[in-house]
């Protein structure tokens, strides 16, 4: 089996849920601390080893290339002032790994836009990342998918156990646990209602995928919306080969909401030591009033 060098990452979407602040803006490109959550995206899969990203673009996502590109007025601007540290850290940006980028013309589903990558990804195994989900955790989460790939040489998705009141929010599997924490998958079914959910096993944003995926993406026919599921592409794939799913390792922020992208601003500032101190102190006074 080749090894896993390449990941996909779909950043097509409108990111309405955050509008009107994504309407000229990309919502991977919102702030965690310091740090864009495209940034995050990224360095979970360079952690894991991957050494090329394809990015699935769409209109209006120009700001994702300037910041993995150079910015030599930048990098002019900090020289000038003498912050040579600076120029060191937003250089190691660019050179995070080599970068694709590809478009999808129209906003027709996750499985569409993995599908755009079929030329670029050829016929390797590749992880495939989506920047809504930050994953909190000393070994990133692609890691953890690609250590079960090494053993298992299948695909293999992330999931985490969500309430029940949640599985009608993700795409639920069931399956035999083989190993802590891992298990060999045998049915998907996409947003059931909680009285018609297999489990409480919930897909989040961190797959690895042979090839193959891409054959079952085509054979998929689109949904009342016109897109192409996901979910309905693995539970194909799963009828001509195993798929394992990893319960994954540490804290996983929804970053696509809200609700998630607020709580994940909040323990990511807690945990900055630059600024965590001040950041306490604030939040014991908003506590107290």
């Known amino acids: 089996m080749k090894k896993v060098r390449k990941a ?5 979407g409108f990111g309405t849920r955050f509008l009107p602040a994504t309407k000229s803006s990309s919502k991977e490109m919102l702030p965690l601390v310091d740090k864009p959550l495209i940034h995050y995206a990224v360095k979970d899969a360079v952690d894991a080893g991957i050494e090329q990203i394809i990015f699935v673009t769409g209109r209006g996502k120009r ?22 540290e600076l120029i060191e850290d937003i250089r190691k940006i660019s ?9 999808q013309k ?10 755009r990558a079929k030329d670029v990804v050829g016929d390797e195994p590749f992880a495939v990342i989506l920047a809504d989900d930050v994953i909190e955790n000393d070994e990133s989460g692609t890691k953890q998918l690609l250590d079960v790939f090494n053993r298992y040489h299948c695909s293999v998705v992330g999931l985490e156990e969500v309430p029940p009141s949640d599985v009608s929010k993700y795409g639920i599997v069931s399956g ?8 060999k998958l045998d049915n998907f079914v996409e947003k059931p209602s909680p009285d018609e959910a297999l489990s409480n096993m919930a897909i989040i944003g961190r797959y690895i995928f042979t090839s193959k995926i891409f054959d079952e993406i085509e054979k998929v026919k689109p949904g009342k919306k016109g897109e192409i599921q996901l979910t309905d592409a693995i539970l194909s ?3 001509q080969e195993v798929v394992y799913g990893k319960i994954m390792d540490g804290k996983r922020f929804d970053c696509g909401s809200k609700d998630g992208f607020l709580k ?7 945990n900055d030591n630059e600024i965590k101190d001040e950041f306490k102190k604030y939040l014991r006074k908003v506590v107290e009033c």
């Open 176 to 183: 035999k646990e083989i190993e802590n924490r891992v298990f």
């Open 95 to 103: 050179d995070m790994a080599d970068f694709v980028y590809m478009r």
């Open 264 to 270: 994940a601003t909040v323990e990511f500032a807690l």
């Open 63 to 84: 700001a994702i290339e300037d910041y993995f590109d150079i910015s030599f007025e930048l990098e002019y601007h900090l020289k000038f002032q003498g912050k040579d």
């Open 106 to 115: 129209e906003p027709k589903g996750l499985g569409h836009a993995i599908l």
């Open 8 to 12: 996909v990452l779909p950043v097509a």
């Open 237 to 239: 794939l799963s009828k």
